[in-house]
């Protein structure tokens, strides 16, 4: 079964990652406390295994949380995921588009680059709590 694995929320532009236990998600706006709030990009999603691909092929152990995206996924392949409706808990995300490297993440770009590694981003359609072991599912 695909899982939630972690919730991270930027509370400054700029800012550290602060990994919590739940997050609330607010629909066209983005995770309560976030810095970044509306648009298409109010929420963020990784997998965990394109992460763990990216930096076995940097040969380095990097935590997650340099990614900078708000929500860690198992079990889910999130390739040409985009238009997609993805369920995360109770809440639903509109998935709007691939994930580019922010310019934070340079050292590691070119491995985010191939195969959707650095995620996707998306707008939140329906909102609520997510926490990490919720099921994630395309509908």
Same mark, same amino acid.
């Not at 919590?20 to 983005?30: I, K, S």
């Not at 340099?66 to 929500?71: E, I, L």
């Given at each position: 079964?695909?899982?939630?694995?972690?919730?991270?929320?930027?509370?400054?532009?700029?800012?550290?990652?602060?990994?919590?236990?739940?997050?609330?998600?607010?629909?066209?706006?983005?995770?309560?406390?976030?810095?970044?709030?509306?648009?298409?990009?109010?929420?963020?999603?990784?997998?965990?295994?394109?992460?763990?691909?990216?930096?076995?092929?940097? *040969?380095?152990?990097?935590?997650?949380?340099?990614?900078?995206?708000?929500?860690?996924?198992?079990?889910?392949?999130?390739?040409?995921?985009? *238009?997609?409706?993805?369920?995360?808990?109770?809440?639903?995300?509109?998935?709007?588009?691939?994930?580019?490297?922010?310019?934070?993440?340079?050292?590691?770009?070119?491995?985010?680059?191939?195969?959707?590694?650095?995620?996707?981003?998306?707008?939140?359609?329906? *909102?609520?709590?997510?926490?990490?072991?919720?099921?994630?599912?395309?509908?």
């Amino acid at each position: 079964m695909a899982e939630i694995v972690s919730i991270w929320i930027k509370r400054a532009h700029g800012g550290a990652m602060d990994r919590v236990d739940e997050a609330h998600l607010v629909p066209g706006r983005g995770l309560v406390g976030s810095a970044d709030q509306g648009g298409w990009r109010q929420i963020t999603i990784i997998s965990e295994e394109s992460w763990r691909n990216a930096t076995a092929e940097l *040969g380095a152990d990097v935590d997650p949380s340099a990614r900078r995206a708000n929500v860690m996924i198992r079990g889910l392949d999130l390739q040409k995921s985009r *238009g997609k409706k993805l369920q995360l808990g109770d809440c639903v995300i509109n998935v709007r588009g691939e994930n580019p490297p922010c310019r934070l993440m340079n050292e590691m770009q070119q491995p985010l680059r191939s195969h959707w590694r650095a995620g996707v981003f998306g707008e939140i359609v329906y *909102g609520g709590t997510i926490r990490a072991g919720d099921s994630v599912r395309f509908l």
